[in-house]
């Protein structure tokens, strides 16, 4: 079997390890292919490139594009982009730009509901970066007691028609499938079961998502039921969508799955990997 996990974050985005932390933890934890895919930010991948090569990891560089559709958000994959590429680069720190002045909204907001200084507060979880994203809040309202962990957080705050909400418009759809596919890299759903869409509108995603040049789901994920995965392994098999796997890790702490411990892929499936050049000592 192949210990593969194409979806984590570090502390470039919303992550709490550093890459080459996260690198040494997927690596002790037996992962043999591993994909960086922070929020709209491509900055960690050559450190984590570097170290996982040093532990004869097989890394790929990747993102996760928030993206709006039909006024919901949506995360894209891109999988084996090329991090230079430079309509990907100049996108992504646009896109960067929008979550700070989000963050002032979120920050309004809570301050309406007598959350103060969260702004700074949550400012001080953000990495070098500067990336600041709903994570970072939430850890501030967990610290400051509004909350006892993060998936209580995401309950009583920061989601719409709850207090420190802030509706954002990120880029569409087909920005995102561009930048992915421009740079050579293939545009895979993330978390499908997420977004909790009606099957007609998950139809018009995927059809949307085909058209444009996307190629793949996420149907092994933290954010998804068992039920879940046999569903969109369904789909995937029905609409010749490539299958991605992956943890979503954010933190030792914060994490459903951690690196390296993901199910296997139903059957059926072809692996979103199948044409990847991947060394015969990866698979034990
Ligand atoms: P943002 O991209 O800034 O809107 O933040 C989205 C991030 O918030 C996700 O990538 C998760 O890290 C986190 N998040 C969203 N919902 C939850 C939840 N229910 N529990 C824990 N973390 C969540
Ligand atoms: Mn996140
Ligand atoms: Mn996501
Ligand atoms: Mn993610």
Same mark, same amino acid.
């Given at each position: 079997?192949?210990? /593969?996990?194409?979806?984590?974050?570090?502390?470039?985005?919303?992550?709490?390890?550093?890459?080459?932390?996260?690198?040494?933890?997927?690596?002790?934890?037996?992962?043999?292919?591993?994909?960086?895919?922070?929020?709209?930010?491509?900055?960690?991948?050559?450190?984590?490139?570097?170290?996982?090569?040093?532990?004869?990891?097989?890394?790929?560089?990747?993102?996760?594009?928030?993206?709006?559709?039909?006024?919901?958000?949506?995360?894209?994959?891109?999988?084996?982009?090329?991090?230079?590429?430079?309509?990907?680069?100049?996108?992504?720190?646009?896109?960067?730009?929008?979550?700070?002045?989000?963050?002032?909204? /979120?920050?309004?907001?809570?301050?309406?509901?007598?959350?103060?200084?969260?702004?700074?507060?949550?400012?001080?979880?953000?990495?070098?970066?500067?990336?600041?994203?709903?994570?970072?809040?939430?850890?501030?309202?967990?610290?400051?007691?509004?909350?006892?962990?993060?998936?209580?957080?995401?309950?009583?705050?920061?989601?719409?028609?709850?207090?420190?909400?802030?509706?954002?418009?990120?880029?569409?759809?087909?920005?995102? /499938?561009?930048?992915?596919?421009?740079?050579?890299?293939?545009?895979?759903?993330?978390?499908?079961?997420?977004?909790?869409?009606?099957?007609?509108?998950?139809?018009?995603?995927?059809?949307?998502?085909?058209?444009?040049?996307?190629?793949?789901?996420?149907?092994?994920?933290?954010?998804?039921?068992?039920?879940?995965?046999? /569903?969109?392994?369904?789909?995937?098999?029905?609409?010749?969508?490539?299958?991605?796997?992956?943890?979503?890790?954010?933190?030792?702490?914060?994490?459903?799955?951690?690196?390296?411990?993901?199910?296997?892929?139903?059957?059926?499936?072809?692996?979103?990997?199948?044409?990847?050049?991947?060394?015969?000592?990866?698979?034990?």
């Amino acid at each position: 079997m192949l210990n /593969i996990d194409l979806h984590c974050h570090s502390n470039v985005s919303d992550g709490v390890l550093t890459p080459t932390q996260l690198v040494e933890r997927a690596h002790r934890r037996g992962v043999m292919v591993l994909a960086l895919t922070d929020h709209d930010d491509v900055a960690g991948l050559d450190e984590a490139s570097r170290v996982a090569a040093e532990k004869n990891i097989t890394f790929i560089n990747g993102v996760e594009i928030s993206v709006t559709w039909r006024g919901r958000t949506i995360h894209i994959l891109g999988l084996n982009v090329d991090p230079d590429y430079k309509p990907l680069f100049e996108g992504l720190t646009s896109i960067r730009d929008g979550r700070t002045q989000r963050a002032r909204t /979120i920050a309004d907001e809570l301050e309406k509901v007598g959350v103060e200084g969260s702004f700074e507060g949550a400012f001080a979880y953000v990495g070098e970066r500067g990336l600041i994203g709903r994570t970072h809040f939430a850890r501030f309202l967990v610290e400051k007691g509004y909350a006892k962990d993060m998936k209580a957080v995401f309950k009583k705050y920061l989601v719409k028609g709850k207090p420190g909400y802030a509706h954002h418009e990120w880029i569409q759809l087909s920005g995102a /499938i561009d930048w992915i596919t421009g740079s050579g890299g293939r545009a895979v759903i993330a978390h499908p079961a997420r977004y909790n869409l009606g099957k007609n509108v998950l139809n018009d995603l995927f059809d949307e998502f085909c058209a444009l040049g996307g190629t793949g789901i996420e149907v092994i994920s933290a954010s998804h039921t068992r039920e879940q995965v046999e /569903i969109f392994a369904d789909y995937a098999r029905i609409r010749g969508f490539l299958v991605s796997c992956g943890s979503d890790f954010h933190g030792p702490d914060e994490s459903f799955y951690d690196l390296g411990q993901l199910p296997d892929l139903p059957p059926g499936c072809v692996p979103v990997w199948h044409d990847w050049k991947i060394p015969a000592a990866c698979l034990t």
